[in-house]
């Protein structure tokens, strides 16, 4: 039976972080060659070395600043074909008007080096005027980065959810950048899909049962959908106190946090609340075929005892999905996981254990799987635990590096 390899797993003390860490800390990490870039609210940091050796980045100072400066989501992925590191930041809106949210990049052999643009909503359409983004997600095609953002208006309402497709060779170049964007006010959070190629799936939530899956190929301005129904679930109460009597749950929702595409199969996956058969918290998945429009299979994670929760995934290159999520409550304070699914299972392993339960009832709102570079058949994940106490002074992000073992 095969088995989840932790072949590097390491957790990143205040050195490595400058103790700019929050409880909602929102890690994500990618690798090229033996380089290492690692984001999370409100700290980054970086290894050249397969992480051995780490250094602080200061996401504050590093890049000028913008907007009415910059505020924690952030996120990094790597182009092995170009080579390049492309980093994700997101701006404070000035009161009263619009925030940025800004894609930088370097040559994957000195993420020192950044050139970059940066997006507001007005540059969008010129009525946008007290709107600003939130909540990032992004992914990469052949040929593109895609990049999505929830947009609020400065009373904190949601309005809209934006898509924006960015083309890697002029990203790349550092010039000649254009870029085509869609938008829904139907739907937000909108998740996109790890491991795409000549097409874009992303998909978001459209009510009760149903799942609005997005189709947005590479070589065209269309954006397609089509809806599929699974079964019931539940999108709260969410609870799971673990045994020092600490919620971890405290701000977890239904959005979707984990997609991928590998062949025909596009899959997700969010946290749900309990159901008849799942007693906790669970996670949810819903595996579709593009091309027939209809649902394939629904791979839930779940637990007697503990929830799972916070899944993010992304298929190796020979199509295999592996995850990282959340695991806690009952016996357990709240731990990372990663993982990969076999032959109709997921193979699962505990990357790192809390010491305690959160003193605020946060955790989330998302952590990164994604493929090793350069080896794809492995995985590269973050997550965070609580070190030595239950503030945000003692969370820990975690880097993995995981494979298939024997």
């Given amino acids: 039976m095969a088995i989840v390899q932790l072949i590097k797993n390491i957790g990143l003390d205040d050195s490595v972080t400058g103790t700019q860490t929050s409880t909602v800390n929102e890690p994500t990490v990618a ?5 290492i870039f690692y984001t999370c609210n409100w700290a980054a940091a970086s290894s050249a070395n397969n992480g051995d050796d780490w250094k602080f980045v200061d996401p504050f100072t590093t890049l000028p600043s913008a907007a009415n400066g910059f505020c924690c989501d952030q996120m990094i992925v790597h182009d092995p074909s170009r080579d390049i590191w492309i980093w994700i930041l997101q701006y404070i809106a000035v009161p009263g008007g619009n925030n940025v949210f800004r894609v930088a990049v370097a040559p994957g052999a000195s993420p020192d080096s950044w050139h970059w643009w940066d997006f507001s909503p007005v540059e969008l359409d010129s009525s946008w005027t007290d709107l600003w983004f939130d909540y990032p997600d992004a992914a990469l095609s052949n040929n593109h980065l895609y990049v999505t953002f929830n947009v609020f208006n400065s009373g904190d309402r949601f309005q809209r959810a934006v898509a924006f497709k960015l083309p890697l060779d002029a990203l790349s170049a550092g010039s000649g950048l254009t870029y085509q964007w869609w938008t829904t006010v139907e739907h937000g959070s909108l998740r996109l899909t790890q ?35 699974v079964n019931p679930w539940s999108s709260g109460p969410y609870s799971s106190t673990g045994p020092d009597g600490a919620e971890w749950l405290g701000r977890v929702d239904s959005r979707i946090t984990g997609g991928w595409v590998s062949g025909t199969r596009a899959g997700f996956l969010w946290t749900a609340a309990p159901r008849s058969g799942r007693p906790v918290p669970y996670v949810k998945g819903a595996v579709v075929d593009v091309t027939t429009q209809l649902l394939v299979e629904e791979p839930d994670i779940w637990n007697a005892e503990s929830a799972f929760a916070y899944p993010a995934a992304c298929p190796n290159a020979a199509g295999v999905v592996g995850v990282s999520l959340a695991f806690g409550g009952g016996p357990r304070h709240p731990a990372h996981v990663v993982g990969f699914r076999d032959g109709g299972e997921w193979r699962l392993s505990i990357t790192r254990d809390s010491t305690d339960g959160p003193a605020d009832g946060s955790w989330g709102d998302y952590v990164s799987c994604h493929r090793h570079h350069p080896n794809s058949g492995e995985w590269v994940a973050s997550g965070v ?22």
């Fill in 31 to 35: 690798t090229a060659d033996s380089g």
């Fill in 195 to 229: 491991g795409a190629t000549d097409s874009m799936f992303f998909a978001s939530h459209n009510g009760g049962r149903m799942l609005r899956v997005h189709g947005w190929p590479d070589s065209s301005n269309t954006v397609g959908s089509f809806d599929v129904q």
């Fill in 385 to 406: 635990t609580l070190q030595g106490g239950n503030a945000r002074r003692n969370v820990e992000p975690q880097y993995v590096h995981f494979g298939i073992g024997s």
